[in-house]
């Protein structure tokens, strides 16, 4: 079955940088991947996506000139690098695949930004 697993999240300072993982299983890693996030109280929310045809990206407004997201359809990984890190980016965040029209994610990773 579809598996997504995400890891990298933790606990940064305001202005550093991490990046996630997250890894993919059970379908063929040939389709858009992306990243959402879900703050403390609030829905969940769009942060970046990637197609597999040409590679092509699109962000959220709060996500562009920061994140970074990627893929290595190899390693059927997607990743995500944020950089310039703020306190209001903490939140679990989530990577989401369609399959056949159903959308799988995965359980998400904690991602804090606090000094």
């Known amino acids: 079955q579809v598996q997504l697993v995400e890891s990298g999240g933790g606990l940064v300072q305001p202005g550093g940088s991490l990046r996630l993982s997250c890894a993919g299983s059970?379908?063929?890693?040939?389709?858009?991947m992306s990243w959402y996030r879900q703050a403390p109280g609030k829905e969940r929310e769009f942060v970046a996506t990637?197609?597999?045809?040409?590679?092509?990206?699109n962000y959220a407004d709060s996500a562009k000139g920061r994140f970074t997201i990627s893929r290595d359809n190899a390693e059927n990984t997607v990743y995500l690098r944020m950089n310039s890190l703020k306190p209001e980016d903490t939140a679990v965040y989530y990577c989401?695949?369609?399959?056949?029209?159903?959308?799988?994610w995965g359980q998400g990773t904690q991602v804090t930004v606090s000094s």
């Open positions: 059970g379908f063929t890693f040939s389709y858009a």
């Open positions: 990637i197609l597999n045809t040409d590679g092509s990206t």
């Open positions: 989401k695949v369609i399959v056949r029209g159903r959308s799988y």
